[in-house]
């Protein structure tokens, strides 16, 4: 608050909400140009800037999970709102993006389905035998070697390996 010439306070002014929010919604989606712009033509190089904030991405996730802020924001979200957003923004995304995606895709993907070839299984038995587990281990060691030697930049997708 702030103090007017005969020292009474007065309430700093802001719009309301729905004004605000109306304001955003009309005015951000004229922006694309400058938002294309802007990944064209960046102040500084996106991935040498990224990597070298790793430390601060480190405290602030830290700092986030030890306060609990992510199912705090999960739980403010609900899963309404996620379904909303996955419906009404997402299945329109989500073919143009894949098709997007493909060679990414490929690059990614790639390392992992060699290892899978190379890799030699146990012998198969009968149907639930639990021997049989020892195959679904021999590609899991496989996955694991891989995304541990692949480098920087090579994760299975939807694996969680």
């Known amino acids: 608050m702030g103090l ?3 020292g009474v306070q007065i309430m700093a002014f802001i719009r309301s909400m729905s004004e605000i929010a109306k304001k955003w919604a009309t005015v951000t989606p004229m ?3 400058d938002y294309e712009a802007g990944v064209r033509n960046p102040r500084r190089d996106w991935a040498q800037a990224t990597a070298a904030a790793e430390d601060a991405w480190k405290t602030g996730v830290t700092n986030a999970a030890a306060k609990g802020f992510f199912s705090k924001g999960v739980n403010f979200a609900g899963t309404p709102k996620w ?4 419906v009404d923004k997402g299945v329109a995304r989500w073919g143009p993006g894949v098709s997007v995606a493909e060679p990414d895709y490929s690059r990614g993907f ?3 389905r060699d290892a899978i070839e190379r890799t030699t299984l146990p012998p198969r038995f009968a149907t639930r035998d639990p021997r049989n587990l020892a195959r679904v281990k021999a590609i899991v060691d496989a996955m694991v070697r891989t995304k541990e030697g692949a ?3 090579v ?3 939807g694996g969680g390996l």
């Open 4 to 6: 007017c010439r005969k």
């Open 31 to 33: 922006r694309s140009g």
């Open 83 to 86: 379904a909303k957003g996955a």
């Open 110 to 112: 790639a390392p992992f």
């Open 151 to 153: 480098g920087p930049g």
């Open 155 to 157: 994760t299975p997708r």
